[in-house]
C-alpha cells in the first residue's frame, strides 16, 4: 500500500497566476481532503471529495476549487494567486469517511 | 477563540524527560487525532481516539470526553522526538473535516 504523493513540493508563482496542485491517494482511499497551513498556525480546510463530488467546504473562495478522480488523484486548483495564499497545501485520504487519514508531505506554495 | 487549543505552544525537554502535551476543545466531536509535523511539512498520524486511552510505544494518548480534554504523552523522551505535534478534532455532523489546533513545537535535547 503505497503513501500519499503530493506534487510538486516547491512552487514559486507571481500573483494574479494560477496553479494545479496534484495529490495521489492510497488505492481504495475515496476520501480526500485539502488543507492550507500558514506559516507558524495549524491547518486549516479548503475542501473535501468524496467519490468525485465536492463534500464540504472551508471558508474559502470560489478562486479555491478541485477535482477527484476516479484512480484516487485529485487535484486543488488556485486561480488569480495572492501573495496571501503562500502556505504549505496537504492533502489527506482515507478508505472510510472519518476513519483514519494518511496526510502527504505538503506543497509549498510561494507567492510573489 | 479557537475550536482547539493547544498547550504549551512550545517545549523544550532534555533527554530522557517525561513529556506531556495538552489539547482542548470546545465543540462536539466524534474522533480526536494526534499528529505529528516534521520540518520538512509532512504529518504523520500518530493516534486517533474516541475515548479513553491508546499506546504505542512511548507515546501515550488520553481523551476525557465529558471535559473535553486529551493529553499526549511521550515517556523517555529523545531528540528525534523534536517535532510539531497537532490535535485535530472532527466535529459532529456536516463535512469530513479536520479542525487543527496550532500545535506544540518540541524541542529535545542531548
Known amino acids: 500500500e503505497t503513501g500519499v504523493t503530493q506534487s510538486p513540493t516547491h512552487l514559486i508563482k507571481t500573483r494574479g497566476q494560477q496553479v494545479t496542485l496534484r495529490c495521489s491517494s492510497q488505492s481504495g482511499h475515496n476520501t480526500v481532503s485539502w488543507y492550507q497551513q500558514a506559516l507558524g498556525q495549524g491547518p486549516q480546510f479548503i475542501f473535501q471529495y468524496y467519490r468525485e463530488e465536492e463534500n464540504g467546504r472551508g471558508n474559502f473562495p470560489p478562486r479555491f476549487s478541485g477535482l477527484q478522480f476516479p484512480n484516487y488523484s485529485s487535484e486543488l486548483n488556485v486561480n488569480a494567486l495572492e501573495l496571501d495564499d503562500s502556505a504549505l497545501y496537504l492533502c489527506a485520504s482515507s478508505r472510510v469517511q472519518g476513519y483514519g487519514y494518511t496526510f502527504g508531505s505538503g506543497t509549498r506554495l510561494t507567492v510573489v | 477563540k479557537n475550536e482547539v487549543e493547544q498547550s504549551p505552544q512550545n517545549l523544550t525537554a532534555q533527554e530522557g524527560e517525561f513529556i506531556t502535551i495538552n489539547c482542548s476543545y470546545s465543540?462536539?466531536?466524534?474522533?480526536l487525532h494526534w499528529l505529528q509535523q516534521h520540518p520538512g511539512g509532512g504529518i504523520v498520524s500518530l493516534f486517533m481516539l474516541s475515548s479513553g486511552k491508546k499506546k504505542h510505544g512511548r507515546l501515550i494518548a488520553t481523551i476525557n470526553i465529558q471535559e473535553k480534554h486529551s493529553s499526549l504523552h511521550i515517556t523517555a523522551s529523545h531528540p528525534r522526538d523534536s517535532a510539531v505535534y497537532i490535535c485535530?478534532?472532527?466535529?459532529?455532523?456536516?463535512?469530513?473535516?479536520?479542525?487543527f489546533g496550532k500545535g506544540t513545537k518540541l524541542t529535545v535535547n542531548p
Open positions: 485535530a478534532v472532527k466535529t459532529q455532523g456536516g463535512s469530513e473535516k479536520l479542525v
Open positions: 465543540v462536539g466531536i466524534s474522533a
